[in-house]
């Protein structure tokens, strides 16, 4: 069986596709259904060419063409949950650059993060770290590529929706209106789509804008300067059950081992707590608690740290959301911990950290 030309053709495409390709990982975006895309066009066209030339039955080609749709569309949803996925994490780290340029948190984070997802923007504004990533650049390559092998493909609007499923994931959901047939008309479809990816928090790295913006905004309010370094924080889930405990082999004081809150503190680790705010929250700067809250300790072991990062350098304490913003009232210093690590009386309970207050 020989090529068609158009096969030809399409083969060249699809060799000019690779060219220059970064590999897989990276921030280039949805190669597979491409390749999975043109492949099967290819198999059906050639397929159908095929027939046309040998069998003259209408009926069997007609099933041929059903069959080779339907197996297109099957791979096109395939593909988009995965973009989904690869363009919410892409948002985020997009939604972080705009933090770090910006110096301010998003207005509303369940339209911006979308927007991002969508359009790689905030308001319109590019952003590196999501614009090579969007749904709309996955909608257009996949209907012009399809459009050149003989198959017209269109997109309505996608809708996208973020829910906490948690404190640790975010559930988002898209929808989107396709249109698909092929040239000649004799199969179409015509669907609407609804697709979920949970998104766990702490699996890509991102990072916690509520440093940075509050770190900066309060050095510089406190000293009359722009800080040398921000403080930064990656979200990274906390491990530990208990914080410390009796190590009978040492004198006191070393008997008190805190080894384990340490470690919590330096390695920027969150935990679950109800009165902080939660991942969404921390990307609109909003501070309000919540039943999917999460905290870290400022890491005072670390460099660049100097009280003079948080909202009130002469008295702090060291949960992130006081440290930065809202303060506190009270507060206690630990056995055996740095000279600056302070928890308020409610910290001091829900830490199980009362029988080691040295204040």
């Known amino acids: 069986m020989s090529e068609t030309p158009k096969i ?130 996955w909608t257009q390559a996949v209907a012009n590529v399809s459009e050149d092998l003989g198959v017209n493909l269109s997109f309505g609007e996608i809708s996208i929706l973020l829910k906490e499923a948690g404190p640790w994931q975010v559930n988002i959901t898209a929808e989107m209106n396709v249109s698909m047939r092929d040239l000649t008309a004799a199969v179409a479809w015509n669907f609407t789509y609804l697709t979920s990816y949970l998104l766990n928090i702490t699996d890509h790295n991102f990072t916690d804008p509520i440093y940075l913006i509050e770190g900066r905004a309060n ?51 969150y935990r679950n707590d109800t009165d902080a705010p939660s991942f969404l929250q921390r990307f609109a700067g909003n501070f309000s608690a919540s039943k999917n809250g999460i905290e870290s300790f400022t890491n005072m072991y670390a460099s660049p740290y100097s009280p003079d990062y948080s909202v009130n350098p002469s008295f702090f304490c060291s949960t992130d959301f006081q440290f930065f913003r809202s303060g506190c009232t009270t507060r206690h210093q630990i056995i055996n911990t740095h000279p600056q690590f302070y928890v308020d009386d409610a910290h001091l309970i829900s830490y199980n950290l009362t029988k080691i207050n040295s204040s």
């Open 219 to 269: 050095y510089e309010s406190n000293t009359g300067s722009a800080p040398a370094e921000d403080m930064m924080s990656v979200f990274t889930r906390n491990t530990y059950t208990n914080w410390w405990q009796n190590d009978t082999s040492q004198p006191p004081p070393q008997q008190v081992n805190t080894s384990l809150l340490q470690s919590h503190v330096r390695t920027y680790r």
């Open 8 to 137: 030809l053709r399409a083969k060249q495409h699809l060799n000019m596709l690779w060219t220059g390709m970064p590999p897989m990982g990276k921030k280039g975006f949805l190669y597979t259904f491409f390749i999975v895309l043109m492949i099967g066009l290819l198999t059906i066209n050639f397929q159908i060419q095929h027939r046309s030339n040998t069998v003259l039955d209408r009926t069997n080609l007609l099933v041929a063409q059903m069959e080779g749709t339907n197996a297109l569309v099957e791979d096109l949803l395939l593909d988009f949950d995965r973009g989904v996925g690869v363009a919410a994490v892409q948002a985020f780290k997009g939604a972080s650059e705009f933090a770090a340029q910006n110096e301010s948190y998003l207005d509303d984070v369940h339209v911006r993060i979308p927007e991002l997802m969508l359009n790689g923007t905030v308001k319109g504004t590019e952003l590196n770290a999501s614009k090579d990533s969007t749904l709309t650049l």
